[in-house]
């Protein structure tokens, strides 16, 4: 009797641990890891813009200065995966394995190529191929993708799934070369459709084989900033400093048109100058890249002039009105600055 209860007690207890495997067994299986290929690339060069189209302008996107300035390519990869359950009822964010929050994916420099389109315009885009390891879940039916690269490390910020709303702030490495880390900011517009479709949706995502291609634009505006000082006060007006006051250095990723303030309690505001000679003291231009910051259906960038006659400064706002183009990428802006009278 004694060695048969033994023997029925081992027998318990090996289905209780029998029982305990095959729950852990089942946590793992809720997803398997897979190597998703990526195909990331900018600058955008949209043919859509000009198929068809009498006198059509180039076809690169709108604020996309094209190859005739120098771009540092991306080296920090920022991609959100979107899961949604086959119910429909609960989605999460995934992220790549290695991908850290501060820092995100580093990218190797050696998987980019350049392709030059063959339009009049001569533009080129640079392609990011490569492959990320991540974990999808069996529980799935789509999958959507908001991914930002960057030159330097940024701080993205969101909540629960709402990527759309996310934000971001440049990081440390960027201070007194902000204007620099933003020309080299590249994001997927929330906005941008393609047959009513959010453009960033994952190829094949029920398969076992799905994938990543889609292409990035900028987030950041280029500002081409002109002076010119009338010749009835040139002798009494002689620029020295030209400083662009409150610059944000951070807002909205994925959403760049629908910024509403340069500052917000987690973004700080910089200033960036421009310090001119004899040769531009009366006119001459600048460009540089800003976040825009939507005013009343305008851009409004506050300035301070410092005319070295008397060393005094004064307060102008360059207001830039958008283009009537939908408002999917950020637009190539235009500011002037006319000086009529001394201070």
């Not at 890891?33 to 813009?49: C, E, F, G």
């Not at 799934?161 to 971001?168: I, Q, S």
């Given at each position: 009797?004694?060695?048969?209860?033994?023997?029925?007690?081992?027998?318990?207890?090996?289905?209780?641990?029998?029982?305990?495997?095959?729950?852990?067994?089942?946590?793992?299986?809720?997803?398997?890891?897979?190597?998703?290929?990526?195909?990331?690339?900018?600058?955008?060069?949209?043919?859509?813009?000009?198929?068809?189209?009498?006198g059509a302008k180039a076809t690169r996107a709108e604020g996309d200065p094209g190859t005739y300035e120098k771009f540092q390519l991306p080296s920090h990869l920022y991609?959100?995966?979107?899961?949604?359950?086959?119910?429909?009822?609960?989605?999460?964010?995934?992220?790549?394995?290695?991908?850290?929050?501060?820092?995100?994916?580093?990218?190797?420099?050696?998987?980019?190529?350049?392709?030059?389109?063959?339009?009049?315009?001569?533009?080129?885009?640079?392609?990011?191929?490569?492959?990320?390891?991540?974990?999808?879940?069996?529980?799935?039916?789509?999958?959507?993708?908001?991914?930002?690269?960057?030159?330097?490390?940024?701080?993205?910020n969101y909540t629960g799934t709402d990527l759309a709303d996310a934000t971001f702030v440049l990081g440390t490495e960027a201070t007194g070369t902000e204007s620099e880390?933003?020309?080299?900011?590249?994001?997927?517009?929330?906005?941008?459709?393609?047959?009513?479709?959010?453009?960033?949706?994952?190829?094949?995502?029920?398969?076992?084989?799905?994938?990543?291609?889609?292409?990035?634009?900028?987030?950041?505006?280029?500002?081409?900033?002109?002076?010119?000082?009338?010749?009835?006060?040139?002798?009494?007006?002689?620029?020295?400093?030209?400083?662009?006051?409150?610059?944000?250095?951070?807002?909205?990723?994925?959403?760049?048109?629908?910024?509403?303030?340069?500052?917000?309690?987690?973004?700080?505001?910089?200033?960036?100058?421009?310090?001119?000679?004899?040769?531009?003291?009366?006119?001459?231009?600048?460009?540089?890249?800003?976040?825009?910051?939507?005013?009343?259906?305008?851009?409004q960038f506050p300035m301070t002039l410092t005319n070295s006659v008397s060393t005094k400064t004064t307060n102008a706002t360059a207001k830039v009105t958008p283009s009537?183009?939908?408002?999917?990428?950020?637009?190539?802006?235009?500011?002037?600055?006319?000086?009529?009278?001394?201070?």
């Amino acid at each position: 009797m004694k060695i048969r209860k033994i023997i029925a007690l081992l027998l318990v207890a090996e289905a209780l641990f029998l029982v305990s495997c095959s729950s852990d067994t089942a946590d793992d299986t809720d997803g398997r890891m897979v190597r998703m290929p990526i195909v990331l690339a900018i600058p955008a060069n949209d043919a859509s813009l000009t198929a068809g189209a009498a006198g059509a302008k180039a076809t690169r996107a709108e604020g996309d200065p094209g190859t005739y300035e120098k771009f540092q390519l991306p080296s920090h990869l920022y991609i959100y995966l979107i899961n949604t359950s086959i119910s429909g009822t609960s989605s999460k964010v995934l992220t790549p394995e290695g991908m850290d929050l501060n820092n995100g994916y580093i990218l190797d420099p050696k998987k980019w190529t350049k392709t030059t389109t063959q339009d009049n315009n001569k533009d080129s885009i640079y392609t990011y191929t490569d492959q990320i390891r991540i974990i999808i879940p069996e529980d799935r039916s789509t999958g959507v993708v908001y991914a930002a690269m960057s030159s330097v490390p940024i701080t993205v910020n969101y909540t629960g799934t709402d990527l759309a709303d996310a934000t971001f702030v440049l990081g440390t490495e960027a201070t007194g070369t902000e204007s620099e880390a933003l020309k080299n900011l590249y994001s997927s517009p929330y906005n941008n459709m393609v047959n009513g479709t959010y453009y960033g949706t994952v190829k094949d995502y029920n398969s076992n084989s799905p994938y990543i291609n889609m292409v990035l634009y900028h987030v950041a505006s280029k500002l081409d900033l002109q002076w010119n000082v009338d010749a009835s006060v040139q002798d009494k007006v002689k620029l020295s400093k030209i400083e662009l006051t409150g610059l944000s250095s951070g807002g909205y990723i994925f959403k760049p048109l629908e910024n509403t303030s340069a500052s917000t309690a987690s973004t700080p505001t910089y200033t960036e100058t421009f310090t001119l000679d004899a040769g531009s003291q009366w006119y001459g231009r600048k460009a540089t890249y800003v976040i825009p910051v939507n005013n009343e259906g305008s851009y409004q960038f506050p300035m301070t002039l410092t005319n070295s006659v008397s060393t005094k400064t004064t307060n102008a706002t360059a207001k830039v009105t958008p283009s009537s183009t939908p408002g999917v990428f950020v637009p190539w802006m235009v500011g002037t600055v006319k000086i009529t009278k001394s201070w």
